[in-house]
């Protein structure tokens, strides 16, 4: 019999020991990136980089953006998906702990005793009526799962990697939330700007039909130019409509993104039309610098690392497991009037091997198997959507700068049209339609120029956010601790609330 539980035993350890987890290559990552940087591919100024926003040079954006960074409602719900990662690490560590558990217990029994008069027993003793039996108990008790193969261990350790994934989920959402208000803040201005420009087309167009008007009480043209002077004027008039709603939903957008009533954002934005930029270059760095910045990367990453762990633990799991219980307490016992009482001390182990569970181990072990590969396919989705928003951002900054040169150049152009049309009808060598003319093609030049500036703007902002930028990495720190510190310095309204962190 111990033979052939001995030869279980070997069969057991050796198909754990050969259940290993599969090997998996490092994702690739290109040396450089495709599109052409020049100095950019520097490595960014740490500082700059974790306050980009700052680079626009617009005090009410940075305003807004640490308000949403302290508010937001997306925050406040990837905080409380880290406090449940960190909870759950702290369940994890009690594994590999004994459990202690003072415990007691008390009975009394009613035994009537008259059925035992006509016996012997009861001239031998005094018996008759009710006599009461009591037993009490009052112990420590301890029991603690020995682990022997580090399947506890692996799974603490598989917990840590998710608040780690969660930490950097949060650093994602937050980078995602100065991102979004960015863009918003961007497209307001832009709104503002072009609803200045739609309300000096209308002055020219009203100003043209005002010439139309006169030119047909003079004979010189037809109703029919009165009229389509007048329908490109209420055409410019109409479109005020749009650029009010637009206005009005990217303002309530940059409400809810501050968790501030509706109407604040519009209220200061007043009537400012400047679209703000950055006037420096964005370095780039190397792809390399992804895994070090992008939290999305980050999280997969750490993703990944806690379900290999799980996988690993789970075919630990086919090792014998130890368990050992002890107790010591007091115990009593009384009969009537007579009592007593003794010390308890018990000191107990138990060793237990899987024999046959109908396949649960090993589904156990397929499903881990399973979520590391997911886990795995994420890393590559992360790490090649990160390139590609570098990529694409980078291609995007590059077209809107060289739009923005010719733009800057046709409205210089535009301008000097204006100006000297300006000039010619001012001593009587041009006609105010001339004129007029001229004032629509500068509008129309001022109008793609800030058409230009917006997409510049956004494109700045999308290669920021890209990077990675709008968290700090101190340079000797690996990604999971540089998450972790920053983590720490977020406030929140859920932080006075929380479970401190013993981790």
Same mark, same amino acid.
């Given at each position: 019999m111990i033979i052939r539980r001995l030869t279980m035993l070997a069969a057991a350890l050796t198909l754990a020991a050969c259940s290993t987890p599969p090997v998996r290559e490092r994702p690739p990552l290109p040396a450089t990136y495709y599109t052409p940087a020049g100095d950019v591919a520097q490595p960014a100024d740490p500082a700059a980089l974790a306050r980009w926003w700052r680079q626009f040079d617009d005090p009410l954006l940075a305003e807004l953006v640490e308000t949403a960074l302290v508010r937001n409602l997306d925050q406040q719900a990837a905080l409380a998906e880290l406090r449940?990662?960190? !909870? &759950?690490? $702290? &369940?994890? #560590?009690?594994?590999?702990?004994? #459990? +202690?558990?003072l415990g007691g217990q008390a009975s009394r029994q009613i035994i009537n005793t008259d059925a035992l008069a006509?016996?012997?027993l009861a001239d031998e003793f005094d018996v008759g009526g009710d006599v009461n039996f009591d037993t009490w108990q009052l112990a420590l008790q301890a029991e603690w799962e020995v682990d022997l193969f580090g399947a506890n261990r692996l799974r603490r350790d598989g917990a840590g990697r998710q608040v780690q994934s969660a930490e950097a989920q949060l650093v994602a959402v937050r980078l995602a939330v100065a991102s979004n208000l960015a863009q918003g803040y961007v497209q307001a201005r832009a709104l503002l700007a072009q609803r200045a420009l739609l309300d000096e087309g209308v002055r020219i167009a009203r100003e043209a039909e005002r010439i139309a008007d006169g030119r047909f009480r003079l004979g010189?043209?037809? #109703?029919? *130019?009165?009229?389509?002077? /007048?329908?490109q004027r209420a055409a410019l008039e109409a479109q005020r409509g749009d650029i009010d709603a637009g206005l !009005?939903?990217?303002a309530f957008a940059l409400d809810t993104l501050i968790d501030q009533p509706h109407g604040t954002v519009l209220q200061r934005l007043g009537a400012g039309t400047r679209v703000p930029t950055a006037d420096v270059e964005i370095p780039r760095g190397q792809p390399? *610098?992804?895994?070090?910045r992008r939290p999305d990367v980050i999280a997969a990453v750490a993703g990944l690392d806690a379900a290999e762990l799980? !996988?690993? !633990?789970? #075919? $630990?799991? +086919?090792?014998?497991?130890? /368990?050992?219980?002890?107790? +010591? /307490?007091r115990s009593g016992v009384g009969i009537g009037d007579l009592s007593g009482a003794s010390d308890l001390r018990s000191l107990a182990a138990q060793l237990g091997f899987p024999w046959l569970d109908f396949g649960a181990s090993r589904a156990a072990i397929d499903l881990a198997d399973a979520q590391a590969d997911a886990g795995f396919v994420q890393v590559r989705q992360a790490l090649a959507t990160a390139l590609q928003d570098v990529e694409t951002a980078s291609a995007q900054l590059a077209a809107r700068r060289a739009q923005r040169a010719a733009r800057a150049e046709a409205l210089a152009r535009a &301008?000097?049209?204006?100006d000297m049309a300006r000039r010619t009808y001012d001593v009587g060598l041009a006609n105010l339609a001339d004129l007029l003319d001229a004032e629509r093609a500068l509008l129309d030049a001022r109008q793609q120029s800030l058409d230009t500036d917006r997409a510049f703007a956004l494109a700045q902002i999308a290669l920021y956010t890209a990077l990675g930028g709008g968290w700090s990495v101190p340079h000797d720190a690996v990604p999971g601790d540089a998450v972790r510190s920053t983590v720490d310095d977020v406030p929140d309204r859920i932080r006075e609330a929380s479970v401190p962190r013993d981790d």
């Open positions: 449940i990662a960190r !909870a &759950q690490l $702290r &369940q994890s #560590r009690s594994a590999l702990l004994p #459990r +202690l558990d006509d016996t012997p010189e043209v037809t #109703r029919l *130019d009165i009229e389509a002077a /007048g329908a !009005a939903e990217a390399l *610098d992804l895994l070090r799980a !996988a690993l !633990a789970s #075919r $630990r799991d +086919l090792f014998p497991k130890l /368990g050992v219980s002890a107790a +010591l /307490g &301008q000097r049209t204006h």
